[in-house]
């Protein structure tokens, strides 16, 4: 992972204004009221479901860990969600808002900060779609408040 890279994607999703329609993006998609890219994503898991997909993840929460390292020397101590309820509330038909709705759906947790002055929350979380998907490290940007 390329950490000034990453903190480079970060900070235009920061200052990026919203589209109004949902779209695709240069480095993922963005909606309404967020941006999210993918800061890294892993190669798929065809071949290997076992060590090697747990190295990976492993590496994956590492690379988030580092990048939230970054975060918190400019907002502080990120908040730590889990959005296991998120999941369940959309399968039970609870219209959750976007981005944290389709969040919910692969990524477990996210950390979370809301940078002073900006009305914005960001958010780090790795997906990790069941089977042989690949691995990503995820950036939202969001004027949604968590759920």
Known sequence: MDIATCLTVIDSLCAGEFPAAHGRTEHGESGPAFHMAALETSGDFSEDDGPGREETAAQYEADRDALAERMAQRWGPAQYISLYSVLERT???????????????????????????????????VSQWTGHAPFQLLAVVTTVDPP
């Open 91 to 125: 399968t039970l038909g609870e219209d959750i808002p976007q981005p944290w709705a389709g969040l919910g759906g692969h990524v477990p947790d996210v950390m979370l900060w809301q940078p002073p002055g900006t009305g914005r929350w960001l958010a780090l979380g």
